[in-house]
């Protein structure tokens, strides 16, 4: 007899497929502004600032690209992943004439199927009171150092990559407030999980955190039948919708080649403690909650898709969690949408992302500022 947890799991699978139809792609907003032209190789007039290797990272000089003097992508290469990784970095408007301030960073961390220019699709991130930074974070790379490194993707550290390289890097090679008050980490449906999963191994790093539609309760079946779909690699909704792509169009990017339903976090199935790795790094846990009790934490879903409807439930659970323990939090959960923007259908699309960010980054710039 298949098991309760078997069928869910099959349920949830079938559901990305299910949700790759044309009525999900119907439900997406307009598509966003296209990111702007990108030419390669800076002008002498185009005061980028010049990147050291370190830490691991070696910069492809001849690969940057800049589409303003605080709006360029360096490229980088490190032992820790296969291959070269973009990371795009929006300045504010007064670094290069400011030369004696340091500044608040923030990480954004894209959604699966995505990429770093995402960004653009969220233009309150690029704010003139703080740096951005948006590392590539793979088309599934799940923000994890994977259990299998000898997939059709090669060497796979993400977690590894962005908090022991990316980090101490851009500090190296940029003017930042390079402490945990001045740093936030925030994400979107895989980055969402991202971005918590790392405040929560480092909270010693990042003292603000926010999870958009984020896949935050490793609990749910629902939540582990998408990372498994995303290593299948199977056309659903979190490939049209949940690949965050700047466009806005919900197009299906894919999420790359196949690899083993277990490469990213092993077993998924609760049998002989096989899914230990799943519960380990599981957001919801109170255990990992816990670490978050000197971390500003905010949460956006909505609940009007048959994606949303599912990171709804996992934010309410982290939320209950957090009251729990009596860490502060704040939950916005916009439903289907009215009541955020005009661009909001209450999904899993930019049309809600855009405005949530619009909500989110004052505050964020407030409490940069209040912390000195």
Known sequence: MTSPRLASLGTALALTALLGTGAA????????????????????????????????LSVLREETQVRSPTDFTITVTTPQLSGKHPIRILLPA??????????????????????????????ALHSDLMITVVPDGGLKGWYADWLMQNTAEGKANWETFHL????????????????????????????????????QARPDLFGHVAALSGGIDFGMWEVRGAVLATELNLAGAWCAASSSSGSGSGDCTGHGPYVDSDAIFGSPY?????????????????????????????????????????????????????DQLGIPSRLVNYGNGASLAPSCNGGHNYGCWAPAFADYVPRLEAAFAAAG
């Not at 307009?30 to 050291?52: D, E, L």
């Not at 890097?169 to 969402?192: C, K």
């Not at 096989?274 to 978050?292: C, E, F």
């Open 25 to 56: 792609q119907a439900a997406a907003p307009a598509a966003a502004p296209a990111a702007a032209p990108v030419r390669t190789a800076p002008s002498a007039s185009a005061a980028v600032p010049a990147f050291s290797d370190g830490y691991g």
């Open 94 to 123: 007064a670094y290069d004439t400011d030369p004696g301030r340091d500044w608040p960073v923030t990480y954004f961390l894209h959604g699966g199927g995505g990429n770093v220019n995402d960004v653009a699709a969220a233009p």
């Open 164 to 199: 022991t390289q990316v980090v101490p890097f851009i500090d190296a090679n940029l003017r930042t407030r390079a402490d945990r008050a001045h740093r936030a980490v925030v994400g979107l449906s895989m980055g969402g999980y991202g971005s918590l999963h790392y405040a």
């Open 270 to 322: 609760p049998f002989f403690n096989a899914d230990r790795v799943w519960k380990a790094v599981d957001p919801a846990a109170p255990v990992n909650l816990a670490k978050l009790s000197r971390t500003g934490i905010t949460l956006y879903t909505g609940d009007n898709d048959l994606i949303d409807v599912h990171t709804a439930a996992a934010s309410h659970t982290v939320k209950a969690r957090l």
